[in-house]
T-cell receptor, first 114, second 111 residues
């Protein structure tokens, strides 16, 4: 059973809208991540956090922003969505002192911007 | 630049046979290498990890090898079943506790 939840699973919106993708985990993990994945392509890290009030940009430049006000919650926001933001967004978490950094993923949020 | 390469062609295999997938990497020195399974429209699920000082790891019908000299990992599914049909991702730990993923290799097990 997944202990990390993403909502919405699917979202279709128009250009220029503000959207927030929610991610919550019940495992008490310190580390949380957002990856972006296009069909048939690898996952690209866009944001990560190692604890409350700590956020960093990942390897792939993204116009999205994140916040980490509570350990269990790591939402991703796009202020003004564009068709180029159409993609699958995957949230993941890992234990703080896990050297191997095994990730637990959510089911993903598939965003389509028209 | 850093790269993780997995075969882009799907592997079609008869049920009961062993599927072998390859992960090659360049310009990484990972302390750990992990394998995940991803089903269509879902997030990846962790399967196995292997440390740089381990040559081989097994879990049920799965086996992973890790050759840091060749910069390669092999992933084996023995006695494959149709339920094993999925995309399998190789992932390396790098930098500040981050995981980089390959594109994955699709496996189709034919009954």
């Amino acid at each position: 059973e997944a202990d990390i939840y993403q909502t919405p699973r699917y979202l279709v919106i128009g250009t220029g809208k503000k959207i927030t993708l929610e991610c919550s985990q019940t495992m008490g993990h310190d580390k949380m991540y957002w990856y972006q994945q296009d069909p048939g392509m690898e996952l690209h890290l866009i944001h990560y956090s190692y604890g409350v009030n700590s956020t960093e940009k990942g390897d792939l430049s993204s116009e999205s922003t994140v916040s980490r006000i509570r350990t269990e919650h790591f939402p991703l926001t796009l202020e003004s969505a564009r068709p180029s933001h159409t993609s699958q967004y995957l949230c993941a978490s890992a234990r703080g002192f896990s050297g191997a950094n095994v990730l637990t993923f959510g089911a993903g949020s598939r965003l389509t911007v028209l | 630049s850093q790269k993780i390469e997995q075969n882009s062609e799907a592997l079609n295999i008869q049920e009961g046979k062993t599927a072998t997938l390859t992960c090659n990497y360049t310009n990484y020195s990972p302390a750990y290498l992990q394998w995940y399974r991803q089903d269509p429209g879902r997030g990846p699920v962790f399967l196995l990890l292997i440390r740089e000082n381990e040559k081989e790891k097994r879990k049920e019908r799965l086996k992973v090898t890790f050759d840091t000299t060749l910069k390669q990992s092999l992933f084996h599914i023995t006695a494959s079943q149709p339920a094993d049909s999925a995309t399998y991702l190789c992932a390396l730990l790098y930098g500040n506790n981050r995981l980089a993923f390959g594109k994955g290799n699709q496996v189709v097990v034919i009954p």
